[in-house]
């Protein structure tokens, strides 16, 4: 199983710290990681569900999603580690014994959101959260210098002052489930959920919900607990900030859309954490419109950006209709295919350079012509510019705010989209053209075009939409709305 797998990786990248040793174990790793991911995706949706282990492990649609984004990102990041990271040591950036404990945590932190979107438990998908924090945090402050250190303290700290709070509405969820399923793993399987969910005690749910959705929501970004983000981005190497940004996040929210399933079928109807999700998304989409126009450092440009696009899936998710639930699943996957390769392309130009300011990087088209061609790309699609996928999805999103009645907040949705495409547009032009400092040397392979993949599949859902993947984000959809 994958989740063995990502352990026995984890583990075995410790016995030696040779550079062919590693990229050997990595590659092996990778393709039993993605044969048995893609395996268990296949079965899922071709059987609507699919459980292992007598059902301790349990997959959905929604979790088919999920682990499709994890393995796919964590394949795409790795691979571009090999380079990457070597680079780093020929720098003297780190020491070579120091790359097997990269790689260590790297799997660390992969295994365990694998667990996240594996399991049936709601208890266990917050142990599964809460061991990201741990593994991540060493990634965030892998440099050890004094920037990291304190990056990695901001965030280990302000993700488990979150983590506690919905800590504290699993354990109320569990005081009100309990006298229906027993004190027992059971009060908290959202399989079994679903069938007492009218009976609940309102009082106790509400409360619950309300905790767990701020307490995921510090972890996925929301506005005003997002603090964290843009330090821990800009600060951990650009292969770990494509991981955080592209799927730790992602599986943060995973877990509001658990409750939120769940909150839909109990008395509380769909409305009560509906509204919250929208009011979260909207003012973590306004409060960084002016984060991207003012921001000096190209990392946390992107990490405000992830906030952005966190508030948007919150928006669609929020609504609760057919239409915006499906184009809010589709912009996940789109939004983790986009940022990973922002990052990484990024992550890659500021080895280069040497800098993170935007106002120090420049002549990017004149020095490395292929490395522009990504970044134009790259913005294009985390404008949700057409004929990119993300304009698909945000559209439908936006359409489905003028269905649902409300015209005021899809006005200003579009209002706060616009000026964040005009800032990202400023920022780019700034570092695309201009007079190259003359410090760098120019010149690069044109291998380094095979990191469009990610964004060529982005350009590719934008025209068009197999039919394969509108049947699982249907079923995705069926999932979030009406339970298991």
């Not at 996940?332 to 040497?354: C, D, E, M, R, Y």
Request: a positive charge; aromatic letters at 12%.
């Amino acid at each position: 199983m994958f989740i063995g797998v990502a352990i026995i990786a984890a583990v075995g990248m410790l016995i030696s710290a040779k550079d062919t040793y590693l990229k050997l174990l990595n590659s092996v790793a990778l393709v039993l990681l993605t044969l048995s991911g893609g395996w268990t995706i296949r079965q899922t949706l071709l059987q609507g569900s699919y459980e292992s282990w007598s059902g301790i492990l349990y997959w959905d649609a929604l979790s088919a999603l999920l682990l499709a984004v994890i393995i796919i990102i964590a394949v795409y990041v790795i691979l571009f580690s090999f380079g990457y990271m070597e680079e780093e040591v020929h720098e003297k950036k780190l020491s070579r014994t120091r790359l097997k404990w990269y790689y260590f945590w790297i799997w660390t932190f992969i295994a365990t959101m694998l667990l996240v979107v594996s399991t049936p438990n709601l208890g266990i998908i917050w142990v599964g959260i809460e061991g990201t924090t741990l593994a991540t945090t060493l990634l965030v402050g892998f440099y050890r210098n004094k920037q990291a250190v304190e990056a990695a303290w901001k965030y280990v700290i302000l993700c488990t002052v979150g983590i506690s709070f919905a800590l504290l509405g699993t354990m109320l969820l569990f005081a009100a489930a309990a006298p229906l399923l027993g004190q027992s793993l059971g009060a908290l399987d959202w399989r079994m959920l679903p069938k007492v969910a009218s009976q609940l005690e309102p009082s106790l749910v509400r409360l619950g919900v309300l905790f767990a959705v701020v307490g995921y929501g510090a972890k996925v970004g929301f506005a005003p607990m997002h603090a964290w983000l843009p330090d821990a981005h800009s600060q951990a190497p650009s292969p770990v900030s494509a991981l955080l940004s592209a799927v730790l996040l992602n599986c943060a929210l995973y877990a509001i859309l658990r409750w939120y399933s769940l909150a839909r079928l109990t008395t509380l109807g769909p409305h009560f954490v509906g509204t919250i999700l929208m009011s979260f998304g909207f003012l973590s989409l306004a409060l960084m419109v002016g984060f991207i126009l003012l921001q000096k450092d190209i990392k946390r440009l992107l990490a405000y950006s992830s906030v952005e696009h966190m508030g948007i899936l919150a928006i669609g998710f929020g609504l609760g209709t057919k239409e915006a639930v499906w184009g809010a699943s589709l912009h996940l996957l789109l939004h983790g295919l986009t940022k990973a390769n922002l990052f990484v392309i990024i992550g890659s130009l500021v080895q280069k350079t040497g800098t993170r300011q935007i106002s120090r990087i420049r002549g990017v088209f004149k020095m490395w012509p292929y490395t522009g061609i990504i970044m134009v790309f790259g913005l294009l699609s985390i404008t949700g510019t057409p004929p990119f996928g993300t304009f698909r999805s945000e559209l439908i999103i936006l359409l489905g705010l003028y269905q649902a009645g409300h015209p005021l907040l899809g006005f200003l949705t579009i209002l706060c989209l616009t000026v964040i495409f005009a800032g990202f547009l400023y920022h780019f032009l700034q570092m695309l053209y201009g007079k190259p400092s003359g410090r760098h040397q120019p010149g690069e392979s044109v291998s380094t075009l095979i990191l469009t993949i990610p964004l060529l599949v982005v350009l590719f859902l934008g025209l068009f939409i197999p039919q394969s993947l509108n049947q699982a984000l249907n079923q995705v959809v069926k999932v979030i709305l009406g339970g298991v």
